[in-house]
């Protein structure tokens, strides 16, 4: 009985660990594709500076396309997990310990790997003005809708203050993206009329902040340790759950049956020794052989001797 309630405990556990792991792995993919945008965004600013390669530092770990491949394939072996526990299939609860013992070493192997402190400082913020005389012109379309998209999100203008559009550039103002309410022509006006429409901060700190780490990213860091130490846990669950089934398997086979009391097991010989062997002394020795035969005489067996001498 105590047996049998330590076993649906652990089934308990495992479905509640696995459930667990469907929303983690979900949680990560979907903060995985929202910092994925914007490192997409900030590696475009930064290309070809000492930023991009901090910024890939940083990043790397959290949306690496190992780690997006781990935790979809996570949600592949959490269902069997599932499915293996509710049957009491030995054959599933091995494929899934083993699995997760796979994906756990991946998993330290690409965290110890890809794990390295970005060297930057704020010296550095200055190197993306030379990423800004380009803003509007034709052929670079796309890094005119990168930086739009950047001051938008991040509530920023310019690198250190707005005045860096009119510095680098020829505009006689910042971009509509700068202001606080956006529609064709509010820079303009912002610009003759009324400053405190446009950003006060430059997009350089916010670039340094993201490179150093935003609350996404540390979501994304605590649900990794999560997962890993959610994994640890589900192979020691399942390796007792294994143990557990397999002995009371082994308990319950059935044994072969035993004879009934006073019956003949069948008959008993012994072999007769070497005859081509002499006696030692003069005198020979009668050697006996028994042979036990089953026979039937009015429903009873009796057992039947022969004795026979050999010179």
Same mark, same amino acid.
């Given at each position: 009985?105590?047996?049998?309630?330590?076993?649906?405990?652990?089934?308990?556990?495992?479905?509640?660990?696995?459930?667990?792991? *469907?929303?983690?792995?979900?949680?990560?993919?979907?903060?995985?594709?929202?910092?994925?945008?914007?490192?997409?965004?900030?590696?475009?600013?930064?290309?070809?500076?000492?930023?991009?390669?901090?910024?890939?530092?940083?990043?790397?770990?959290?949306?690496?396309?190992?780690?997006?491949?781990?935790?979809?394939?996570?949600?592949?072996?959490?269902?069997?997990?599932?499915?293996?526990?509710?049957?009491?299939?030995?054959?599933?609860?091995?494929?899934?310990?083993?699995?997760?013992?796979? !994906?756990?070493?991946?998993?330290?192997?690409?965290?110890? *790997?890809?794990?390295?402190?970005?060297?930057?400082?704020?010296?550095?913020?200055?190197?993306?003005?030379?990423?800004?005389?380009?803003?509007?012109?034709?052929?670079?379309?796309?890094?005119?809708?990168?930086?739009?998209?950047? #001051?938008?999100?991040?509530?920023?203008?310019?690198?250190?203050?707005?005045?860096?559009?009119? =510095?680098?550039?020829?505009?006689?103002?910042?971009?509509?993206?700068?202001?606080?309410? #956006?529609?064709?022509?509010?820079?303009?006006?912002?610009?003759?009329?009324?400053?405190?429409? %446009?950003?006060?901060?430059?997009?350089?700190?916010?670039?340094?902040?993201?490179?150093?780490?935003?609350?996404?990213?540390?979501?994304?860091?605590?649900?990794?340790?999560?997962?890993?130490?959610?994994? !640890? %846990?589900?192979?020691?669950?399942?390796?007792?759950?294994?143990?557990?089934?397999?002995?009371?398997?082994?308990?319950?086979?059935?044994?072969?049956?035993?004879?009934?009391?006073?019956?003949?097991?069948?008959? %008993?010989?012994?072999?007769?020794?070497?005859?081509?062997?002499?006696?030692?002394?003069?005198?020979?020795?009668?050697? =006996?052989?028994?042979?036990?035969?089953?026979?039937?005489?009015?429903?009873?067996?009796?057992?039947?001797?022969?004795?026979?001498?050999?010179?």
């Amino acid at each position: 009985m105590a047996r049998e309630d330590a076993v649906r405990c652990l089934r308990c556990l495992l479905y509640a660990i696995n459930l667990l792991f *469907w929303l983690m792995s979900i949680c990560v993919l979907g903060v995985a594709a929202w910092l994925r945008d914007y490192l997409n965004t900030v590696l475009t600013l930064t290309a070809h500076t000492r930023l991009e390669e901090a910024a890939v530092l940083t990043y790397s770990p959290a949306v690496h396309p190992v780690i997006i491949a781990v935790c979809c394939f996570l949600i592949i072996v959490a269902m069997v997990g599932y499915c293996g526990t509710l049957k009491c299939n030995l054959l599933l609860l091995s494929w899934y310990f083993g699995s997760l013992l796979v !994906i756990f070493c991946v998993e330290l192997a690409s965290g110890v *790997w890809t794990y390295d402190e970005p060297s930057v400082q704020r010296s550095d913020m200055i190197s993306l003005k030379s990423r800004m005389p380009n803003f509007g012109l034709q052929r670079y379309q796309w890094l005119t809708h990168t930086w739009n998209t950047f #001051q938008t999100e991040f509530k920023c203008c310019g690198v250190i203050y707005f005045t860096d559009w009119l =510095e680098m550039t020829e505009m006689e103002w910042p971009p509509d993206s700068c202001c606080s309410y #956006q529609y064709p022509g509010c820079a303009r006006h912002a610009h003759y009329r009324d400053l405190s429409d %446009l950003y006060q901060e430059g997009c350089g700190p916010k670039i340094y902040s993201f490179i150093r780490g935003t609350k996404q990213l540390h979501v994304l860091r605590f649900l990794g340790v999560s997962i890993g130490v959610a994994q !640890i %846990l589900a192979m020691t669950l399942t390796l007792t759950l294994l143990w557990a089934l397999y002995y009371d398997r082994k308990r319950t086979e059935p044994t072969p049956p035993e004879p009934p009391p006073g019956t003949d097991p069948g008959p %008993l010989t012994l072999t007769h020794p070497p005859q081509g062997e002499a006696p030692k002394s003069g005198n020979t020795r009668p050697v =006996e052989a028994w042979s036990n035969t089953a026979t039937t005489s009015n429903g009873h067996g009796h057992t039947q001797f022969e004795m026979e001498t050999l010179s």
